[in-house]
């Protein structure tokens, strides 16, 4: 009887795209989102285009779970959001149904932990791009010595900007309620995010801001520092998450002009955490 009781990874499935899922944009639901991020630029307010992280909702439901088939499903309490990245071909407006589908394309492991590479692709019922976008899961204390598949994703902040004025920045603070109208209007019900005492069970100090949300925030900033005529110039938008952001902080995102339309950024709290590291937006 075998007693090899580690957690059995299933790397034959990397590259193994899901079932696609449709999702039927609305203005109503761009408008939510908006709402819930208190993003107040009217072309998303007013339900002309989703704002730019509105592209993580459609493909909730398939890319997370994507690494499913790779990870073994015991460490899945371990995970935590690593990094987002999102590649914008054309906007995401109301009336358009979106066709989308993950795999899992890359796991890398590291001293503290094992990185898992998912990747969606979002397109028109046409076929046409809409948005390629990579997360980064880190699951801790796992142990792999494997280097397969695509590699974290490269948007690493420029050194030679450290130090240097930046171009703009911009302080935003949460509601009390932000996590609540966020797990409404993204769908991700995660109970770290709504209820303080499973919170605390897990180790963490109270009830945290979503990644996603906080990166809708910075967002918020890039695109009033780096295109507030038109926020569908962006065609990139890719962030590494650092630290937690409960409820009470602000954050202050710092963006960059690195130039030929590259604008990094970084998002700190008002406790000195660097929430967001490696922050970069390209923009046309």
Not at 91 to 97: A, H, L, N, W
Not at 217 to 241: E, H, I, Y
Request: glycine share 10%; net charge negative.
């Amino acid at each position: 009887m075998s007693t090899d009781t580690q957690p059995q990874w299933k790397l034959d499935n990397l590259g193994q795209f899901g079932e696609p899922r449709e999702f039927e944009v609305t203005k109503e639901r761009t408008i939510a989102y908006a709402e819930a991020t208190n993003d107040e630029h009217p072309k998303h307010l007013n339900g002309e285009v989703a704002p730019p992280v509105f592209a993580v909702v459609p493909v909730f439901e398939v890319l997370g779970p994507s690494m499913g088939t790779v990870v073994p499903g015991e460490l899945f309490m371990t995970v935590v959001h690593g990094e987002q990245d999102f590649r914008f071909h054309q906007p995401i407006v109301p009336g358009m149904t979106l066709v989308s589908r993950a795999a899992p394309v890359g796991v890398h492991g590291a001293r503290s932990g094992v990185q898992v590479v998912a990747k969606a692709i979002t397109e028109t019922t046409s076929g046409e791009p809409v948005v390629e976008q990579y997360m980064t899961a880190f699951f801790r204390g796992a142990q792999l010595d494997v280097h397969e598949g695509e590699p974290v994703t490269s948007h690493g902040f420029p050194e030679e900007l450290r130090g240097s004025k930046p171009l703009g920045s911009v302080t935003h603070a949460y509601d009390p309620d932000q996590t609540q109208r966020y797990s409404k209007a993204s769908g991700d019900p995660m109970p770290i995010h709504l209820d303080e005492n499973f919170a605390k069970q897990v180790g963490l100090p109270g009830i945290i801001v979503h990644g996603m949300c906080t990166m809708a925030f910075a967002s918020r900033a890039v695109v009033q520092t780096a295109c507030p005529d038109d926020p569908t110039r962006m065609r990139r938008l890719a962030v590494r998450f650092s630290k937690i952001v409960q409820p009470s902080e602000k954050v202050t995102t710092s963006v960059w002009d690195a130039g030929g339309g590259r604008f990094p950024f970084e998002t700190v709290s008002d406790n000195g955490n660097v929430a967001i590291k490696d922050g970069l937006a390209e923009v046309e």
